[in-house]
């Protein structure tokens, strides 16, 4: 009964089941329809310039630019999302190229699939337990992590190393229809991460975490091992990354991972598809929409021929212009 002796029906309750729905003030929705605007003001621009921005070979190659970051950046989200940072990917990328093409030359395929992702467990478990058990920062921990591997790389490497069987090369070049074979690869690494994160334990315990740490321990969450287990899950998506640009290459580069700046890249597609860099909050979706909107803007200043310092202040007005617009939202639901 109101103030007026009027029977007020109580609202229905969602059932704790039913999926939540999907608002434009979604940073999932925005940055997907961000994506979709972005295509179309690049083949709006390009047509004017007198080209063609939408055809076959364009897509595919923007879908082929997407699988590398795609990778790395769905790995990064997994650590993000705890509320950690991995600054070593690109490095580990370029030393798992190196390994992966030598590994080919002398062992075989599956043996240096196996070896790569061994080595990407590795350093994915030795940064976990730099940030959890000595209590380093993960900025830090990573970027220290990042100086071995690069001193490794070029006391070791002068150039492109080993040699990748024509097998394998189809991996990287190979297409299913109009789609690339490697966008499978990343489609399958992209849906098991968001099982992962959404339907299982240890996604829950990542989100707690990244939100809020201290709750998440008294609740009975075991955070460092939480932490590490992210970090792991990131450079394994890594080691992927580095299994596909072998293949592209056709040889390990020592600059494969460097060159594209796959740490600053990654870190800037999981920002862009609205995962807090505090943690607690985002997710693989959201991280897919933002690889996709990078990857189109480069394809449409390659085509326009745009001068790589223009480039690079575009990109970066795109990345705080989102930030901005995600922390306003933030404010206003807080409000």
Known sequence: MNALGTAVRPRPKQASGAPARLRLSDPVV????????????????????????????????????CVALGLVAVGQSAVILTGSLDLSVAYLISLGTLVAAETMQSGGVVTAVLAVLALSAGVGLANGLIVTGLKVNAFIATLGTAFILRG?????????????????????????????????????????????????????????????????????????????VAHILCSLCVGAAALFLAARLGAGAPWAGTEARYDLESIAAVVLGGTALAGGRGGVAG?????????????????????????????????????????????????
């Open 30 to 65: 925005g940055v997907w329809l961000a994506a979709l605007g972005v295509t179309l003001l690049g083949w709006i621009v390009v047509a004017a310039r007198g080209g063609d921005f939408l055809t076959l070979t364009n897509i595919v190659a923007i879908l082929q630019n």
């Open 287 to 335: 991280t897919l929409g933002g690889v996709l909107v990078l990857a189109v803007l480069d394809s449409v200043f390659n085509q326009l021929s745009v001068d790589p310092f223009f480039k690079n202040v575009v990109r970066g007005v795109v990345i705080i212009a989102a930030v901005a617009l995600y922390a306003r939202r933030s404010t206003r639901r807080t409000a």
């Open 152 to 228: 490794w790389i070029e006391d070791n490497y002068t150039g492109p190393a080993g040699k990748v069987p024509a097998s394998f090369q189809h991996l990287g070049y190979d297409r299913i229809g109009p789609v690339p074979v490697s966008v499978f690869l990343l489609a399958a690494v992209a849906v098991a991460m968001w099982l992962i994160t959404r339907r299982t334990r240890l996604g829950h315990h990542m989100y707690a975490s990244g939100g809020d740490e201290h709750a998440a321990r008294l609740s009975g969450v075991r955070t460092r091992r939480t932490v590490v």
